[in-house]
């Protein structure tokens, strides 16, 4: 009943490259040649030079509007291409891709937005020393920014079904389960730096409120990256006959694995630094591998099928790989 | 936290979960301080009803394993301790009676006695 199984070699394949291309690549680049055009339409109504810095009282850095105009569109392309690179090479999870496509198209918004609405200011000003605030311009770019990256997410497909037929590894851990039994396993973890880092969090929003006097910008970034720790730091893991699913404690992120995806689950120690650069959602650039990590030591890592790797720091591994390897098992003939 | 259910068993669904509450704890899995998953991601994650999983937090409660407050979910109370130390008795009185080759009826009946 059960069709041969297509050669793996097609499923080790990235996919949704173009979407990809389009939404890393292209829409940046859009983004870049916009800007960059306006720009150089308003050389006539801009002063010489220009403000390109603003302090606490007014522009403090001032320089030549080709620099303002070249170093963005530079520094646009470069961090747009690398992570294009990122999601067309390594992105055989959904994640890898969105989450590279959104940082390239809300680095170049922040960038070029600010950079043109630094300039937006200047129009029609004389001398740039009487240029306005660009505190506006700045919450408006990064608002529109964050906006934009949540929609490029959205866009991004998530990864196609590839069910596999084959039996899990008959050396991976089982736990013993009755033939009208049925188990699940549920487990909470947070990161140990999860209170240091809303700490952090609120020290930023109070100096930059402080000594900056800009309550508001400090509240939005506060906010921001209170929900981004919140978000990232906090899961819920478990194990049922669903497969692997990994929540944030917002509900947002969720990873979910089904059951005929996975091809083996283990235990493995996880240094967070040396094997994935840092904490939180993390994906390896050596292709495939991805996982919640939120401090160091066991992990929960499950091979699934089209060459991925999914790992999530949990305590208790044991029981979870063991009861996900039985519950997969389960599912094939 | 580990869950199993047998739906075909003759024992209800929710003192299938209090007892695993009750031997996970025994067995020094579940420690004082410590969380219990939310009731409805059990219930979600089992395929039963919030209430047979609200039932079991409930009974262990009852018997203060666990400390139920909103917002702060099922806490595992210092009497996981107790009840892990009372265990580690019985294994003991276990591990003698096997040592000297008393009879598990025989054991158990000293047991009830010594309890009355």
Same mark, same amino acid.
């Given at each position: 009943?059960?069709?041969?199984?297509?050669?793996?070699?097609?499923?080790?394949?990235?996919?949704?490259?173009?979407?990809?291309?389009?939404?890393?690549?292209?829409?940046?680049?859009?983004?870049?040649?916009?800007?960059?055009?306006?720009?150089?339409?308003?050389?006539?109504?801009?002063?010489?030079?220009?403000?390109?810095?603003?302090?606490?009282?007014?522009?403090?850095?001032?320089?030549?509007?080709?620099?303002?105009?070249?170093?963005?569109?530079?520094?646009?392309?470069?961090?747009?291409?690398?992570?294009?690179?990122?999601?067309?090479?390594?992105?055989? !999870?959904?994640?890898?891709?969105?989450?590279?496509?959104?940082?390239?198209?809300?680095?170049? /918004?922040?960038?070029?937005?600010?950079?043109?609405?630094?300039?937006?200011? !200047?129009?029609?000003?004389?001398?740039?020393?009487?240029?306005?605030?660009?505190?506006?311009? /700045?919450?408006?770019?990064?608002?529109?920014?964050?906006?934009?990256?949540?929609?490029?997410?959205?866009?991004?497909?998530?990864?196609?079904?590839?069910?596999?037929?084959?039996?899990?590894?008959?050396?991976?851990?089982?736990?013993?389960?009755?033939?009208?039994?049925?188990?699940?396993?549920?487990?909470?973890?947070?990161?140990?730096?999860?209170?240091?880092? /809303?700490?952090?969090?609120?020290?930023?929003?109070?100096?930059?409120?402080?000594?900056?006097? &800009?309550?508001?910008?400090?509240?939005?970034?506060?906010?921001?990256?209170?929900?981004?720790?919140?978000?990232?730091?906090?899961?819920?893991?478990?194990?049922?006959?669903?497969?692997?699913?990994?929540?944030?404690?917002?509900?947002?992120?969720?990873?979910?694995?089904?059951?005929?995806?996975?091809?083996?689950?283990?235990?493995?120690?996880?240094?967070?630094?040396?094997?994935?650069?840092?904490?939180?959602?993390?994906?390896?650039?050596?292709?495939?591998?991805?996982?919640?990590?939120?401090?160091?030591?066991?992990?929960? !890592?499950?091979?699934?099928?089209?060459?991925?790797?999914?790992?999530?720091?949990?305590?208790? @591994?044991?029981?979870?790989?063991?009861?996900?390897?039985?519950? @997969?098992?389960?599912?094939?003939? | 936290?580990?869950?199993?259910?047998?739906?075909?068993?003759?024992?209800?669904?929710?003192?299938?979960?209090?007892?695993?509450?009750?031997?996970?704890?025994?067995?020094?899995?579940?420690?004082?301080?410590?969380?219990?998953?939310?009731?409805?991601?059990?219930?979600?994650?089992?395929?039963?009803?919030?209430?047979?999983?609200?039932? @079991?937090? &409930?009974?262990?409660?009852?018997?203060?394993?666990?400390?139920?407050?909103?917002?702060?979910?099922? +806490?595992?109370?210092?009497?996981?301790?107790?009840?892990?130390?009372?265990?580690?008795?019985?294994?003991? +009185? +276990?591990?003698?009676?096997?040592?000297?080759?008393?009879?598990?009826?025989?054991?158990?009946?000293?047991?009830?006695?010594?309890? !009355?």
């Amino acid at each position: 009943m059960t069709a041969p199984a297509p050669a793996t070699t097609r499923h080790d394949k990235v996919p949704y490259r173009g979407w990809t291309t389009l939404l890393a690549l292209g829409v940046p680049a859009a983004i870049i040649a916009t800007t960059t055009g306006l720009a150089m339409s308003w050389r006539h109504d801009l002063p010489d030079p220009i403000a390109v810095h603003w302090g606490l009282n007014g522009p403090d850095g001032f320089g030549s509007l080709t620099t303002s105009i070249v170093w963005p569109a530079v520094a646009g392309s470069v961090v747009a291409s690398l992570l294009w690179a990122l999601g067309f090479f390594a992105g055989r !999870q959904s994640f890898t891709r969105r989450g590279a496509a959104a940082l390239a198209v809300w680095f170049t /918004i922040l960038l070029s937005g600010v950079s043109i609405g630094g300039l937006s200011v !200047q129009r029609g000003v004389a001398d740039a020393r009487d240029a306005g605030s660009i505190d506006g311009v /700045i919450l408006v770019t990064f608002l529109v920014a964050t906006a934009a990256a949540g929609i490029v997410t959205r866009l991004i497909p998530g990864d196609p079904p590839l069910p596999t037929s084959e039996p899990v590894s008959p050396t991976a851990a089982r736990l013993k389960l009755g033939r009208g039994e049925d188990a699940s396993w549920v487990r909470d973890v947070t990161s140990p730096g999860y209170f240091l880092a /809303i700490g952090g969090v609120v020290l930023t929003v109070a100096l930059v409120g402080l000594l900056g006097g &800009q309550w508001w910008f400090a509240l939005v970034l506060g906010v921001t990256i209170g929900l981004s720790l919140v978000a990232f730091l906090h899961w819920t893991v478990i194990v049922d006959r669903d497969g692997l699913t990994v929540r944030s404690i917002l509900r947002r992120p969720c990873f979910r694995i089904p059951l005929n995806e996975v091809e083996m689950a283990e235990v493995v120690e996880v240094r967070p630094l040396r094997e994935f650069g840092g904490w939180g959602i993390r994906s390896g650039m050596t292709g495939g591998r991805m996982g919640v990590v939120v401090r160091k030591g066991p992990a929960l !890592q499950v091979h699934r099928t089209g060459g991925r790797v999914f790992l999530v720091t949990v305590d208790d @591994a044991a029981t979870g790989a063991a009861l996900l390897n039985t519950l @997969a098992g389960r599912t094939r003939g | 936290m580990l869950f199993r259910i047998d739906p075909s068993g003759t024992e209800p669904l929710a003192a299938q979960l209090a007892r695993q509450i009750r031997s996970a704890a025994a067995r020094g899995e579940l420690t004082p301080g410590m969380r219990l998953p939310s009731a409805r991601d059990v219930a979600d994650s089992l395929g039963v009803n919030l209430h047979t999983v609200l039932r @079991a937090y &409930q009974d262990v409660r009852d018997e203060g394993l666990i400390d139920l407050r909103r917002g702060r979910g099922a +806490v595992m109370t210092s009497a996981a301790r107790d009840v892990r130390r009372l265990r580690e008795a019985v294994d003991h +009185v +276990v591990a003698v009676a096997h040592d000297l080759g008393v009879s598990p009826t025989t054991t158990l009946s000293l047991m009830k006695e010594a309890l !009355q």
